[in-house]
C-alpha cells in the first residue's frame, strides 16, 4: 500500500510543490495539507505515514529559522485543547516518519526532533548560520553514511543546496559523539575524492564533521539541507548537456533527487494500521 | 513620567562563532576601520506595562520564544557581552520591522498560554534592535561611520553609537495628531500661489492641470475640493500613474525633417501589438488574452495554463534605501503578476536587470549620493530577501556598469506567474466587477509610509527627499498573500483584485471601480499600524503588501473566513457602485466625491518638442595591446566578468522547474543566453526566458540602441532553442518594454538639451515598432519610468537613455534547449550571422576610454533569415552548443563556451576584417555555435552562406586564434577562467 503523506504548506514554506511532485513520482500519496488547516484540526496525522516539513522561509526566518514554526508545534494547541505535540508524539511512537528538508530540517532540530538522543526532544543541535556569511545556491555532492547507508545505500547524490543557515553544529561534545557513534549522520559533504568535505565551497557552509542530513536516534526523523525534490528530472542538474553528450547521464535515468525521495520513503518503518477516526 | 520599557538581549553563547559579527569587521575593514572582533546581538523592546507575573514569567518564555537553546541565550532588562564600543540599530518610528512584529505575536502567543497575555492583542508592542558591539575604542566619526554606511541606512534606521554599553532602550512611537480633519483646499488663488501650493503639499501638478482641476470643481461640482481630492488628482495624474509624457503630443525633427508624433504610446507601442495582434486574429490563432489593460500581460500558454509577464522598475527608492528599495521593487512586481485579472497567478520566477555606477567610482559624492558599491550591495540585499522568501526563483537577469548610473541606479524587477485559464466563477484573466460587489483590502496595514510614492517617483531626486516615500517591504507577510490569493481565486471567490502600488487605495479602487463605474469607500474601516492618519493619507498610503479585491457579497463570509484561518487580514471597506462617482467617506462623512470620467481622462495633454541628428563623432585612434591580452581584460572588466557572486546569492532553484539555469556546465560557472524552465510537472512544456539591454550603443544611435536590445533578448531565445512565432505552431511570445529616461522636457534653463533626449525617446520607441512588427513579436504589458536624474549641490547626474526589453517564449518541450558550453572534443565551431566593423560603443573601446563612430546595426532582414536557419538546425538536434555574440563580441563570447566546459577550441578567424573587428566588433544577430562533425554536412546544408567555419573543439585546453596563418593568440582556459571569474561583480 502506498505511503500517505502529509505534505506541509502555508506560513511561508514554499517547496510543497515539488515535494509532493517528488513523492508522487516515487509511488506515494501525497496530500499538500496548509500547516493552518492542520491546527484548525482539518486534517490529522492519524491520516498519514509521515509528515514532511518542506523548504521555504516560515514566519520570514524572524527569529531565527524554524523557530517560529517550532514553537507552534511545541505549544500550539487544536480547537479541542489537544496539543499539536501530542499528536506529533503519538504519531512517532505509532511508527509514522517525519522528514525535513531545509526550513524543515531547521524546525525538526529546533523543535528537538533531531537528534533527540535524550528522548525528551530539548534541542541538542542546530543549523547555524553559514560561515560565507550568506545565503547561497549550488551544487553539492552528499554521501550516505552511517544509518544512511543502510536506508540510501552507498551510491552519493548530487543535489541543490539553498540556505543561509545550514551549519549544522552540535550543542556538546557528548552529542556530537552520541550521534556518531549510532550512526545519524546520515548524510554527508563530501570533496572530489569522496571524502568528508571539509572546505567551502564542498562543505558549502561549514557544518561540523561535514554533515548534510541527520537522523533522530529512533531513525524515525529525518532531515537534511539539500533539496531532493530539486532534483526530479535528469534535466535539472546543471551539467545534464555536458553529461547527456558524455554518455555518463542518460535522458531515461533516475535522478539523484528522485533516488533520495524515493529512499526517504524507506525511512518509512513498518506499515501502519490507518486509522479513520 | 514615562516609564522605562522591558527588554529582551538574544545573544550568542560563549564559544559560538559569530558570523554575524566577522561580516560587520571585514566590512568595517573594507573602510579602513579596525574594530577588532564584533558581537551582534538582539534587543527586543517590550513597550507594554506588565505584571509582575508576566516579568517574572518573561525569563523562560523568552528563551523558548525567541532564542535557539543550543546557540543562545537571553537576558531580561541586562544586557551582557558589552565591549568597548557599540552602535544600536532599529527601524524608525512607523518603518516596517518584521522581527519585532514576529516577536511581538510569538511572545504574547507564549504569554496568553500563561493567562498573562494583556495587551498583546493590538497593535505591535514589541521592536527588534541590533546590537553590535566593538572589541576596539572606536571614534564617534568612525562609529557614526560604520552605523550610516555598514550597519544601518538614516533613511530607515535610527542609529546611536557610544561607548560601553547602552544604558537605556527606547521603543519607537509614531506620534500623530490624532484628529483627523476633513478640509477643503481652495484653488482660486493666482498662478503663483497654485505653483506654490503644488510644491508645498508635493503635489507637482503642473499649472495647466492645476486650471483644469479648478474649472472642473468651478464649474461642474461648483466647490472648493476637499484635501483628499487634490491629493486623489496629484497621484492619478502623476506621470507614475498617466504616462503623460508617452501620452504627448510630439513635434519631433529627426535631421532636416519635421513631424508629430499623436503620443508615443499610442503610435508606436500599442499600434506594434495591435497590428500584430490582428495579423494573428485573421489567421485565427490570437494568444493574446490581456494586453496593455491590466497590470501585466496575459496570453495563452496551452488549453488550461495562462502566462501572466510584468516587468517593472523601482529606481529613485532604491538610490535612497538599496535594499528596501529593491525590495519593493520585487513584491511590487510580485503583486501585478498574481493581481492580473481575476487575480490568483502561482509566481513562476523572477528576473532582474541592475543598472549602477561603478564599483571604483571614485568622483566625490554629492549630498544625497550614495556611493555606487554600497547601492549595488544593497539591492542584491533586497533582491536575495524578497525573491528567497517569497519561494520565487530569480532565473535571469543582468548587470550593466556605466558612470551615469551613479546618481539614480536603475532597478527592473520582472515576474511571470501562470494562471488557470478557467476559475469557477469564470475566466480567470477577465475582472467581471459588477455594482453591489464589495471592497475587501487584503495584506499588510496603513500607516504613513510611502505617502506621495507616485509623484516622487515621477520627479528627479534632490537633497531634500523626507523618509516618507520609500517603504520597506515584509517578504512574509506577501508571502501569506500570495498564497491566499492562489486558493482564494482557485476557489472562485475574487471576482477581481489589483494590487495597492503607487497611489495606494486612490489608484486600486480608482482602477477597479471603471469596470463597475463607480466605488463608495468608508475609510475608518481600513486597518491602521496606528493611529491618527488623516483620512486623505489612508487613501494615499502605499503601505507595502495590499491587495484590493472586489467579492461577490454571497461569497464575502467565505472568504474572509479563509483569509482568517490563513492568517491574512481581509477587511471589507466599501462597495461597488454603478452611478460614475467615487465616493469616499470617514466615519460617514464626505472625504472625496469625484467624478471617474475626469479623474481617468481629464488630465490636459503636453505638447512636447524633440529632436535628434547623429552625433558629430569618428573613429577613435586607440593603440592595442596584443589581442590575448585585450581578451584576458575584457573578460575581468566589469561589463563582461562572471555575475556568480550575484547569481548565488538569488535562489534560483526553488520550484524545481529549472533546465537552463544562469550557471551551467560540470564547473557551475558557464554564463548562459536565456532561462529555461518547465512549466508543470507533468509534462516538458516550459518557456524560455530572455533579456536585451545595451544603453551603451544609446550615444551614438538611440534607434539602433533600441533595435539593439530587441534584438539581444530575441537573440538569446533562438540560440536557447525557443522559435520566433510562426502561424500553425500555436506560438506564445510575450515582450515587456521598460524605458528608463533622463528628464526629456525641454526647459532653457534648467533642462536645456531636454529636446534632444526626448528625441533619443522618439527614435527607440520608433525601432520597438519596427522591430516588433517585423518579428511578430508583441509586447504584452511595459512600462516607462522618466525622471532618472540626481540633482544635488548644483551639478546633475542623468541615466542615459535606456530600454530593457524581456521577452519569454512558449517552449512545446524544454528538452531540446541548447546551452552555452563546449560538449566535446572534436566538434566543429562555427560564427552563424556576420560580423561587420561596428567597434562604436563596444566594450574594447570603453576599455581604452573610447566610444568609436560605427554603431552595431540591426539588419533585421538577414537577421530574421539567420534565426530561421537556427530554428531548422535545432529542429534536427543539430547544435551542440550555442552562444550569441553580444558584450565583448566574438571573441568574449568563444571565451565564454570555453569557461563553461573547460574545453579549448583552435579557430581562423575569417580574413575580411582587421583581427581586432573580428574579434571584438559588438555586431547583433550572430552566435557562436559547436556542431557535432557527422552533423557539419547537414548544419553546412542548412546556414549556408550565414555560417562560417572557424575551427574545432580542442582537448588539449587552450583557446587559440589565428587570421590568415598569423597566430593571434594562444591562451589556457584556466587563464581565461581566472580572469573572468575574478573580475567577478
Known amino acids: 500500500m502506498a505511503a500517505r503523506i502529509m505534505v506541509l504548506r502555508g506560513y511561508g514554506f514554499n517547496c510543497e510543490e515539488e515535494t509532493a511532485a517528488g513523492y508522487r513520482a516515487a509511488g506515494a500519496e501525497p496530500v499538500i495539507v496548509f500547516a493552518s488547516d492542520w491546527f484548525a484540526g482539518k486534517a490529522t496525522l492519524r491520516e498519514f505515514d509521515m509528515l514532511h516539513v518542506p523548504g521555504g522561509f516560515s514566519f520570514g526566518d524572524d527569529l531565527g529559522s524554524g523557530k517560529v514554526f517550532a514553537n507552534r508545534l511545541k505549544q500550539g494547541k487544536f480547537p479541542g485543547g489537544e496539543r499539536v505535540w501530542s499528536e506529533i508524539e503519538r504519531f512517532l511512537a505509532d511508527a509514522g516518519t517525519i522528514v525535513g528538508v531545509c526550513n524543515g530540517f531547521q524546525v525538526l532540530v529546533r523543535a528537538g526532533l533531531l537528534p533527540n538522543l535524550g528522548g525528551s526532544f530539548a534541542q541538542e543541535a542546530s543549523l547555524a548560520a553559514n560561515i560565507e556569511g550568506h545565503f547561497e545556491d549550488r551544487w553539492v555532492r552528499c554521501a550516505p553514511s552511517g544509518m544512511g547507508e543502510a536506508r540510501f545505500g552507498a551510491k552519493p547524490f548530487d543535489l541543490p543546496v539553498r540556505h543561509g543557515e545550514g551549519r549544522l553544529v552540535f550543542g556538546s561534545p557528548e552529542i556530537r559523539a552520541g550521534v556518531h557513534q549510532r550512526g545519524l549522520l546520515g548524510l554527508r559533504y563530501v570533496d572530489a575524492a569522496g571524502e568528508p568535505a571539509r572546505a567551502y565551497p564542498e562543505n558549502p557552509n561549514g557544518a561540523d564533521d561535514a554533515g548534510a542530513g541527520l537522523f533522530s536516534a529512533d531513525g524515525r526523523v529525518f532531515g537534511l539541507m539539500p533539496h531532493p525534490e530539486a532534483y526530479l528530472s535528469p534535466y535539472n542538474h546543471p551539467a545534464w548537456p555536458s553529461r547527456f553528450r558524455a554518455g555518463t547521464l542518460k535522458t531515461d535515468d533516475e535522478s539523484d533527487g528522485l533516488r533520495l525521495v524515493r529512499a526517504l520513503l524507506s525511512t518509512k518503518s513498518a506499515p501502519r494500521a490507518h486509522r479513520t477516526s | 513620567m514615562k516609564r522605562a520599557p522591558t527588554y529582551v538581549q538574544v545573544r550568542l553563547k560563549e564559544g559560538a562563532r559569530d558570523v554575524r559579527g566577522e561580516r560587520v569587521a571585514k566590512a568595517a575593514h573594507g573602510l579602513g576601520i579596525d574594530t577588532g572582533a564584533v558581537s551582534v546581538s538582539r534587543i527586543y523592546v517590550v513597550d507594554l506595562p506588565l505584571s509582575e507575573a508576566a516579568l517574572a514569567a518573561l525569563p523562560d518564555v523568552a528563551q523558548a520564544t525567541l532564542a535557539d537553546d543550543v546557540l543562545e541565550e537571553t537576558t531580561v532588562n541586562r544586557v551582557t557581552g558589552a565591549r568597548t564600543a557599540y552602535a544600536l540599530v532599529s527601524r524608525l518610528p512607523g518603518v516596517t520591522d518584521d522581527e519585532g512584529m514576529t516577536a511581538h505575536r510569538g511572545l504574547g502567543t507564549a504569554l496568553a498560554a500563561r493567562g498573562l497575555g494583556a495587551g498583546f492583542d493590538k497593535e505591535q508592542r514589541v521592536f527588534a534592535q541590533w546590537l553590535y558591539a566593538f572589541e576596539r575604542e572606536l571614534c564617534a566619526e568612525d562609529l557614526s561611520r560604520l552605523g550610516k554606511e555598514v550597519?544601518?541606512?538614516?533613511?530607515?534606521?535610527?542609529?546611536?553609537?557610544?561607548?560601553?554599553?547602552?544604558?537605556?532602550?527606547?521603543?519607537?512611537?509614531?506620534?500623530?495628531?490624532?484628529?483627523?480633519?476633513?478640509?477643503?483646499?481652495?484653488?482660486?488663488?493666482?498662478?503663483?500661489?497654485?505653483?506654490?501650493?503644488?510644491?508645498?503639499?508635493?503635489?507637482?501638478?503642473?499649472?495647466?492641470?492645476?486650471?483644469?482641476?479648478?474649472?472642473?470643481?468651478?464649474?461642474?461640482?461648483?466647490?472648493?475640493?476637499?484635501?483628499?481630492?487634490?491629493?486623489?488628482?496629484?497621484?492619478t495624474w502623476s506621470e507614475h500613474c498617466k504616462h503623460k509624457e508617452f501620452n504627448a503630443a510630439i513635434t519631433m525633427t529627426l535631421g532636416d525633417r519635421t513631424y508629430e508624433v499623436d503620443s508615443l504610446f499610442k503610435s508606436f507601442i500599442r499600434k506594434a501589438t495591435e497590428d500584430i495582434r490582428g495579423r494573428w486574429a485573421a489567421r485565427g490563432e490570437d494568444w493574446m488574452l490581456t494586453v496593455f489593460s491590466d497590470n501585466a500581460g496575459v496570453v495563452a500558454l496551452d488549453d488550461d495554463k495562462l502566462f501572466v509577464l510584468k516587468v517593472e522598475t523601482h529606481n529613485s527608492p532604491s538610490a535612497l534605501d538599496p535594499v528596501g528599495g529593491a525590495m519593493t521593487g520585487v513584491l511590487g512586481t510580485n503583486r501585478d503578476a498574481f493581481g492580473t485579472g481575476k487575480g490568483g497567478g502561482r509566481l513562476f520566477f523572477n528576473t532582474n536587470v541592475l543598472c549602477f555606477g561603478p564599483k571604483d567610482y571614485r568622483k566625490p559624492l554629492l549630498p544625497g549620493q550614495m556611493h555606487p558599491a554600497r547601492i549595488a550591495e544593497g539591492v542584491?540585499?533586497?533582491?536575495?530577501?524578497?525573491?528567497?522568501?517569497?519561494?520565487?526563483?530569480?532565473?535571469?537577469?543582468?548587470?550593466?556598469?556605466?558612470?551615469?548610473?551613479?546618481?539614480?541606479?536603475?532597478?527592473?524587477?520582472?515576474?511571470g506567474s501562470i494562471m488557470p485559464?478557467?476559475?469557477?466563477?469564470?475566466?480567470?484573466?477577465?475582472?467581471?466587477?459588477?455594482?453591489?460587489?464589495?471592497?475587501?483590502?487584503?495584506?499588510?496595514?496603513?500607516?504613513?509610509?510611502?505617502?506621495?510614492?507616485?509623484?516622487?517617483?515621477?520627479?528627479?531626486?534632490?537633497?531634500?527627499?523626507?523618509?516618507?516615500?520609500?517603504?520597506?517591504?515584509?517578504?512574509?507577510?506577501?508571502?501569506?498573500?500570495?498564497?491566499?490569493m492562489e486558493e482564494a481565486c482557485a476557489l472562485g471567490l475574487v471576482a477581481g483584485s489589483t494590487d495597492n502600488g503607487a497611489g495606494g487605495l486612490?489608484?486600486?479602487?480608482?482602477?477597479?471601480?471603471?469596470?463597475?463605474?463607480?466605488?463608495?469607500?468608508?475609510?475608518?474601516?481600513?486597518?491602521?499600524?496606528?493611529?491618527?492618519?488623516?483620512?486623505?493619507?489612508?487613501?494615499?498610503?502605499?503601505?507595502?503588501?495590499?491587495?484590493?479585491?472586489?467579492?461577490?457579497?454571497?461569497?464575502?463570509?467565505?472568504?474572509?473566513?479563509?483569509?482568517?484561518?490563513?492568517?491574512?487580514?481581509?477587511?471589507?471597506?466599501?462597495?461597488?457602485?454603478?452611478?460614475?462617482?467615487?465616493?469616499?467617506?470617514?466615519?460617514?462623512?464626505?472625504?472625496?466625491?469625484?467624478?471617474?470620467?475626469?479623474?481617468?481622462?481629464?488630465?490636459?495633454?503636453?505638447?512636447?518638442?524633440?529632436?535628434?541628428?547623429?552625433?558629430?563623432?569618428?573613429?577613435?585612434?586607440?593603440?592595442?595591446?596584443?589581442?590575448?591580452?585585450?581578451?584576458?581584460?575584457?573578460?575581468?572588466?566589469?561589463?563582461?566578468?562572471s555575475r556568480e557572486r550575484v547569481i548565488r546569492r538569488f535562489?534560483?532553484?526553488?520550484?524545481?522547474?529549472?533546465?537552463?539555469?544562469?550557471?551551467?556546465?560540470?564547473?557551475?560557472?558557464?554564463?548562459?543566453?536565456?532561462?529555461?524552465?518547465r512549466a508543470s510537472f507533468d509534462g516538458f512544456l516550459g518557456v524560455g526566458v530572455a533579456s536585451g539591454i545595451c544603453p551603451k550603443f544609446g550615444d551614438l544611435d538611440p534607434y539602433e540602441m533600441s533595435a539593439g536590445a530587441f534584438d539581444e533578448a530575441l537573440r538569446s531565445l533562438v540560440s536557447v532553442g525557443a522559435r520566433l512565432p510562426m502561424p500553425g505552431e500555436a506560438p506564445s511570445w510575450s515582450a515587456c518594454d521598460n524605458f528608463c529616461v533622463p528628464d526629456s522636457v525641454y526647459h532653457?534653463?534648467?533642462?536645456?538639451?531636454?529636446?534632444?533626449?526626448?528625441?533619443?525617446?522618439?527614435?527607440m520607441c520608433e525601432a520597438l515598432y519596427d522591430m516588433s512588427t517585423f518579428f511578430d513579436v508583441p509586447m504584452t504589458s511595459g512600462k516607462d519610468s522618466m525622471k532618472n536624474d540626481l540633482r544635488s549641490g548644483g551639478v546633475k547626474i542623468s541615466v542615459p537613455p535606456t530600454v530593457l526589453f524581456t521577452m519569454v517564449a512558449k517552449m512545446p518541450d524544454v528538452r531540446v534547449a541548447v546551452t552555452s558550453e563546449l560538449k566535446a572534443e572534436g566538434d566543429v565551431v562555427y560564427l552563424v550571422g556576420k560580423t561587420y566593423d561596428e567597434l562604436g560603443g563596444s566594450e574594447l573601446l570603453r576599455l581604452h576610454g573610447a566610444l568609436g563612430r560605427n554603431v552595431p546595426r540591426v539588419r533585421k532582414e538577414d537577421a530574421k533569415r539567420v534565426y530561421h536557419a537556427m530554428m531548422a538546425a535545432h529542429a534536427e538536434g543539430l547544435l551542440a552548443s550555442s552562444h550569441d555574440c553580444s558584450d565583448g563580441g566574438l571573441g568574449v563570447a568563444l571565451a565564454e563556451c570555453a569557461i563553461g566546459s573547460g574545453l579549448g577550441a583552435s579557430v581562423a578567424l575569417p580574413p575580411d576584417l582587421a583581427p581586432e573587428a573580428a574579434l571584438f566588433s559588438e555586431s547583433h544577430s550572430r552566435f557562436v555555435v559547436s556542431v557535432r562533425p557527422e552533423h557539419a554536412a547537414a548544419f553546412d546544408e542548412i546556414l549556408r552562406d550565414d555560417a562560417t567555419r572557424l575551427g574545432l573543439v580542442t582537448g588539449d585546453g587552450r583557446v587559440t586564434v589565428r587570421q590568415d596563418d598569423a597566430l593571434l593568440f594562444d591562451l589556457g582556459v584556466d587563464a581565461l577562467t581566472a580572469a573572468f571569474t575574478q573580475g567577478g561583480v
Open chain 2, 651 to 677: 535562489d534560483h532553484e526553488v520550484k524545481g522547474k529549472s533546465i537552463v539555469k544562469s550557471l551551467m556546465g560540470e564547473r557551475g560557472i558557464g554564463p548562459q543566453d536565456a532561462a529555461v524552465l
Open chain 2, 380 to 415: 542584491v540585499e533586497g533582491i536575495e530577501h524578497a525573491g528567497n522568501k517569497c519561494g520565487v526563483p530569480t532565473v535571469n537577469g543582468a548587470i550593466v556598469f556605466d558612470d551615469r548610473f551613479a546618481g539614480k541606479p536603475l532597478v527592473y524587477c520582472g515576474t
Open chain 2, 506 to 641: 486612490s489608484s486600486s479602487i480608482g482602477e477597479l471601480a471603471t469596470f463597475s463605474n463607480g466605488a463608495q469607500v468608508e475609510l475608518s474601516h481600513v486597518p491602521l499600524k496606528y493611529g491618527g492618519l488623516e483620512p486623505w493619507e489612508i487613501f494615499l498610503s502605499e503601505s507595502q503588501e495590499r491587495m484590493t479585491l472586489a467579492v461577490l457579497p454571497e461569497k464575502l463570509p467565505e472568504l474572509l473566513a479563509l483569509a482568517a484561518l490563513r492568517e491574512v487580514e481581509a477587511t471589507d471597506i466599501g462597495a461597488f457602485t454603478g452611478d460614475g462617482v467615487l465616493d469616499v467617506r470617514y466615519r460617514g462623512a464626505q472625504v472625496a466625491l469625484l467624478d471617474l470620467a475626469f479623474l481617468h481622462d481629464g488630465v490636459p495633454r503636453k505638447h512636447l518638442i524633440a529632436e535628434w541628428s547623429p552625433p558629430h563623432v569618428t573613429e577613435p585612434d586607440v593603440v592595442l595591446g596584443d589581442l590575448g591580452g585585450e581578451l584576458l581584460a575584457l573578460l575581468g572588466s566589469s561589463n563582461i566578468a
Open chain 2, 421 to 484: 485559464r478557467h476559475y469557477p466563477n469564470g475566466p480567470s484573466w477577465e475582472k467581471d466587477i459588477r455594482p453591489g460587489y464589495r471592497i475587501v483590502t487584503v495584506g499588510g496595514r496603513v500607516g504613513q509610509d510611502g505617502i506621495h510614492g507616485a509623484t516622487f517617483s515621477s520627479t528627479e531626486l534632490d537633497e531634500k527627499v523626507t523618509r516618507g516615500v520609500v517603504q520597506i517591504g515584509s517578504p512574509i507577510t506577501q508571502k501569506f498573500v500570495a498564497d491566499f
Open chain 2, 748 to 763: 532653457p534653463d534648467t533642462n536645456a538639451d531636454g529636446k534632444t533626449k526626448l528625441g533619443q525617446l522618439v527614435r
Open chain 2, 151 to 235: 550597519l544601518g541606512n538614516p533613511v530607515v534606521d535610527h542609529i546611536v553609537i557610544g561607548l560601553g554599553a547602552p544604558k537605556a532602550f527606547e521603543a519607537p512611537s509614531v506620534t500623530l495628531p490624532g484628529n483627523p480633519e476633513l478640509r477643503t483646499v481652495s484653488l482660486r488663488g493666482t498662478d503663483a500661489e497654485l505653483e506654490t501650493l503644488s510644491r508645498e503639499r508635493g503635489l507637482h501638478l503642473s499649472l495647466p492641470e492645476l486650471h483644469a482641476i479648478r474649472r472642473h470643481f468651478a464649474e461642474v461640482l461648483k466647490r472648493e475640493p476637499t484635501e483628499c481630492e487634490l491629493e486623489v488628482f496629484a497621484q
